[in-house]
Nanobody, 116 residues
Framework: VQLQAFGGGLVQAGGSLRLSCAAS????????MGWYRQAPGKQRELVAA???????YYADSVQGRFTISRDNAKNTVYLQMNSLKPEDTAVYYC???????????WGQGTQVTVSS
């Protein structure tokens, strides 16, 4: 499976972005998917996840501001990010939900930069 995230950019604090991540392969719909981020000098962290049935998980740091969704017909997972803060600045990646099993190989991430 190959993963490619896109939709990042530079935005002012308080702004919004919508990230998309497309996965190749026909097994996407069977997997819980997650959005991860890695800020400079920090470990990659899971910020949101969605089960194959649509149940969502959010890290405390993004709860109430980010919304994860998926379109199994398009093999795509989305992350709507609102009320962005400078501390949300990171490279964002998608992958399977690491809490439930091994991840796929990391694909291309997308840079999100939030200016104050």
């Amino acid at each position: 499976v190959q993963l490619q995230a896109f939709g990042g950019g530079l935005v002012q604090a308080g702004g919004s972005l919508r990230l998309s991540c497309a996965a190749s392969g026909s097994t996407f719909s069977r997997y819980a998917m997650g959005w991860y981020r890695q800020a400079p000098g920090k470990q990659r962290e899971l910020v949101a996840a969605i089960s194959s049935g649509g149940s969502a998980y959010y890290a405390d740091s993004v709860q109430g501001r980010f919304t994860i969704s998926r379109d199994n017909a398009k093999n795509t997972v989305y992350l709507q990010m609102n009320s962005l803060k400078p501390e949300d600045t990171a490279v964002y990646y998608c992958n399977t939900d690491e809490r439930l099993g091994p991840r796929w190989d990391w694909g291309q991430g997308t840079q999100v930069t939030v200016s104050s």
